[in-house]
């Protein structure tokens, strides 16, 4: 049986492998895929659930028309009625898990506890955290399809020969789940849904962004960004308010060309054209 299982583990490995290598060569025709008039796609994805993400972020999107994706980690939310409202509203509220488990890493011990170390995890019990996440968040969002935003940018569970990859437990579970930071845009061609590769917004200006952005565009790709706070005040990782307002106001300007969406309207868009 565990044989058996490894064998599949590899299996999907492999596959993500594949499809994650064909990533940085996007086809040609890539752009030919996306709703009429766009030359590429575009997901902000907020971590966290901070509440500078009702005060600050939902605001200024919402003035902009444009949606995002929000990933709640359960046990850090300070209201849960905000969300529910934001839900109704277009935004996509994701799963970041109950708890906020990583794999401990140097400086991790100021901040994670031993036992939501990601490395002392089951599948089984990694699985259940993010089933009740997914039940919780139904409970704001009244049930509606959804993404994973990988905590820590991790991508297994356990440690030694015990490592496993997430993947198949996402599959089970998400429409799509964010991956590894590749600096990369996903080609629409050949996405890896249960890591999708993505930029972070972090720390970064409105220029640096927009070309970063202007690149996807050239190739028709999907750029997908994380980010945390807005402001100094909000999180350590954080972008600086004034930049994030004008990201906000450009990707308005540009929508006859960038498809700005949540991430579960993209890779729910991609998979309806696969079957078609
Ligand atoms: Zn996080």
Known sequence: MKYFLNLQVFIFS?????????????????????????????????????????????????????????????????????????????????NHSLFHPCRGSEGYETWLAEYYDLRQYTPGRFKDELYVANQFIDLLDGGKPRTYGNNCTNLTIGSGDEEVPMDPILEE?????????????????????????????????FEQIREEIEEARSTGGWIIYMFHGIGSDSHNLYIEEKEHQKLIEWLHQERKSIWTAPVVDVASYIKKKELN
């Open 14 to 94: 492999a596959a993500v492998i594949f499809a994650e290598s064909r990533t940085g060569e996007l086809n040609s025709s890539s752009s030919d895929i996306w709703p009429k008039g766009k030359t590429c796609a575009v997901s902000l994805s907020y971590d966290d659930g901070l509440p500078v993400h009702y005060d600050i972020v939902v605001p200024t999107l919402n003035k902009h028309g444009i949606r995002a994706t929000f990933y709640l980690s359960i046990r850090h939310l300070e209201s849960f009625e905000k969300w529910k409202e934001i839900s109704k509203t277009g935004h996509e509220l994701g």
């Open 173 to 205: 579970l998400f429409v799509a789940a964010r991956g590894a930071i590749t600096n990369r845009p996903v080609d629409p061609l050949a996405p890896a849904f249960t890591r999708l590769g993505h930029f972070s917004g972090d720390g970064k200006t």
